[in-house]
């Protein structure tokens, strides 16, 4: 049986007003990403990478198509429901792993879900503890950020975007501010948990490292995916 894919794009149009003129940011895009691909968008600088990630994760609206998340239509709805939609369907990991840094990393990762208000306070400890455990954090859970080095960081943002286990994580850039060795570590943390957990990871990045480990590259030039 066939499985509705987790993202589907059609026909997706953006565009931003820029002074006089209009940038075509997006120019018809079409596109799926299955339950458990482990996919990088790939393309030089303005070729539209970060208007399609913020698409996808309910960040911003198209001008004109449709966007389908776990086959429901994602535009066209109240900022509520899409609040709901990217708490709940959507995990979030940034190059500079956007951390909290008066928060511990125990308090970091539980946020997701404080927004949800859907568990009580053992169930979130519960919830927390294991994913920390995934990401081999645990004796760091008391830890503020600033005490823990860049790999660290960044396995804590992975922490906190798996927590409300979804079935889909966007990553802007994930190893971008990490050394090599670091960068490779946190490679295999992500193709770990995509097999362990089967979530499904979206990358937009550069690194030729993490290019050479997914399983499906998606070329964006220009506003349109190539091939
Ligand atoms: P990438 O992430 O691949 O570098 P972007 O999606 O950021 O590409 O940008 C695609 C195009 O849209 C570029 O020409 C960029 O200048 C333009 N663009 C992106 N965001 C805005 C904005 N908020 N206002 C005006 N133009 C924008």
């Known amino acids: 049986m066939n499985e509705s894919p987790i993202v589907e794009l059609r026909e997706v149009h953006k565009a931003y007003p820029l002074g006089e003129t209009v940038v075509q940011a997006l120019k018809g895009v079409d596109l799926k990403i299955n339950k458990g691909d482990f996919t990088a968008i790939v393309g030089s600088s303005g070729a539209g990478k970060s208007t399609l990630m913020n698409l996808i994760g309910c960040i911003d609206e198209p001008d004109a198509g449709q966007i389908l998340i776990e086959g429901e239509a994602a535009s066209n709805r109240s900022e509520p429901e899409k609040c709901i939609l990217r708490n709940e369907k959507i995990g979030f990991i940034f190059q500079s792993f956007n951390l909290i840094p008066v928060l511990s990393v125990y308090e970091n990762v539980e946020l ?9 306070l053992e169930e979130r400890q519960k919830a927390v503890d294991e994913v920390l455990k995934d990401v081999d954090l645990l004796k760091y859970r008391d830890s503020l950020p600033n005490k823990l080095s860049g790999g660290q960081r960044q396995r804590v943002a992975i922490a906190r975007a798996l927590v409300n286990k979804p079935g889909l994580v966007l990553a802007d850039e994930p190893t971008a501010n990490l050394d090599s060795q670091t960068a490779h570590t946190i490679i295999d ?27 499906k590259v998606l070329r964006i030039q220009d506003g349109r995916i190539q091939g």
């Open 112 to 120: 997701p879900l404080l927004v949800q208000k859907k568990m009580t």
């Open 189 to 215: 943390l992500l193709l770990k948990l995509n097999k362990d957990k089967g979530t499904t990871f979206l990358f937009s990045t550069h690194d030729e490292k993490l290019i050479g480990r997914v399983n």
